[in-house]
């Protein structure tokens, strides 16, 4: 079985920075692209970056120069350093990874979801 696990959200006045981590645990072999998404009430969820494995990244329009996507493969663990945060960041930040269980094996993984809250 595999899991992803993230921390570190919470409440942030507008400006303000916050670092959210998600580590990945179980039967693993190999782990390809991760990522962040976003869901705001009554919204769709959004993408927020992603990385792949050897370290290329993408970002929603909205993120670029404020958040950084990061990982760590010894740890099986991807970060988001969000900077300058603003009240429409609100929202549950969900982190996502297509994990190979099996060299043939593999799936796409969703976090619990950690909730972002700034306010103005």
């Known amino acids: 079985q595999v899991q992803l696990v993230e921390s570190g959200g919470g409440s942030v006045q507008a400006g303000g920075s916050l670092r959210l981590s998600c580590a990945a645990s179980?039967?693993?072999?190999?782990?390809?692209?991760m990522g962040w998404y976003r869901q705001a009430p009554g919204k769709q969820r959004e993408l927020v970056a992603t990385i792949t494995s050897v370290g290329s990244t993408n970002y929603a329009d909205s993120e670029k120069g404020r958040f950084t996507i990061s990982r760590d493969n010894a740890k099986n663990t991807v970060y988001l350093q969000m900077n300058s945060l603003k009240p429409e960041d609100t929202a549950v930040y969900y982190c996502?990874?297509?994990?190979?269980?099996?060299?043939?094996?593999?799936?796409?993984?969703w976090g619990q979801g950690t909730q972002v809250t700034v306010s103005s």
């Open positions: 179980g039967v693993i072999y190999a782990i390809n692209n």
């Open positions: 996502n990874a297509y994990i190979l269980r099996s060299r043939w094996v593999g799936n796409d993984y």
